[in-house]
Antibody
Framework: QVHLQESGPGLVKPSETLSLTCAVS????????WGWIRQPPEKGLEWIGY???????NYNPSLKSRVSISIDASKNQFSLNLRSVTAAETAVYYC??????????WGQGILVTVSS | QSALTQPASVSGSPGQSITISCTGT?????????VSWYQQHPGKAPKLMIY???SRPSGVSNRLSGSKSGNTASLTISGLQAEDEADYYC???????????FGTGTKVTVL
């Protein structure tokens, strides 16, 4: 059973960089696609992007200029960096495993508040 | 890429059946058999309930079933139970500039 766990700061200042890490256990990160999804309070889900274990990435075009996802196979984890954040990007951020056309494993989520 | 359209809310009494629709286009729902459904209880992460239109992951109740006709996918919950009260989101693979799109979400209420 694959388990995902997000970690990182719960508070980020506007215009700064949001950085989160997802630790993968119960399976190897050296396969499949690993990604991030976010959900603003009381709103729906938004796909942010994914990374393949080989390093290939794909990002939501609306975030592409500010987002990067990287992978550290030695630690079995992957990370999200989102630059120049605004208050509107306050959300719960989930890390997920992407298998085919679905997201089959989800982390518990981490609330990131963007505020000064 | 616009979000897939779902009804804001659906309700039913215990034991009844309800159906949630998820309407997209030929570039997403209608073009691929990669429609998934997720259940989300308050304060919890979404949980995969249906993938590839109609397949259920191990451990998911067979009271849930998925189908698709044209550009609209559907999730049916039969024998409605109190534990089914939650938000439900559909998602689909797309051929547009972003590979995945979610539905607007549906709140299911058990009366």
């Amino acid at each position: 059973q694959v388990h995902l766990q997000e970690s990182g700061p719960g508070l980020v200042k506007p215009s700064e960089t949001l950085s989160l890490t997802c630790a993968v256990s119960g399976g190897s990160i050296n396969s499949d696609y690993w990604g991030w999804i976010r959900q603003p309070p009381e709103k729906g889900l938004e796909w942010i992007g994914y990374i393949y274990y080989s390093g290939t990435t794909n990002y939501n075009p609306s975030l592409k200029s500010r987002v990067s996802i990287s992978i550290d196979a030695s630690k079995n984890q992957f990370s999200l960096n989102l630059r120049s954040v605004t208050a509107a990007e306050t959300a719960v951020y989930y890390c997920v495993r992407t298998a085919g056309g679905t997201f089959d494993y989800w982390g518990q989520g981490i609330l990131v508040t963007v505020s000064s | 890429q616009s979000a897939l359209t779902q009804p804001a809310s659906v309700s039913g009494s215990p034991g009844q059946s309800i159906t949630i629709s998820c309407t997209g286009t030929s570039s997403d729902v209608g073009g691929y058999n990669y429609v998934s459904w997720y259940q989300q209880h308050p304060g919890k992460a979404p949980k995969l309930m249906i993938y590839d239109v109609s397949s259920r992951p191990s451990g998911v109740s067979n009271r849930l079933s998925g189908s698709k006709s044209g550009n609209t996918a559907s999730l049916t919950i039969s024998g409605l139970q109190a534990e089914d009260e939650a938000d439900y989101y559909c998602s689909s693979y797309t051929s547009t500039n972003t590979p995945y799109v979610f539905g607007t979400g549906t709140k299911v209420t058990v009366l």
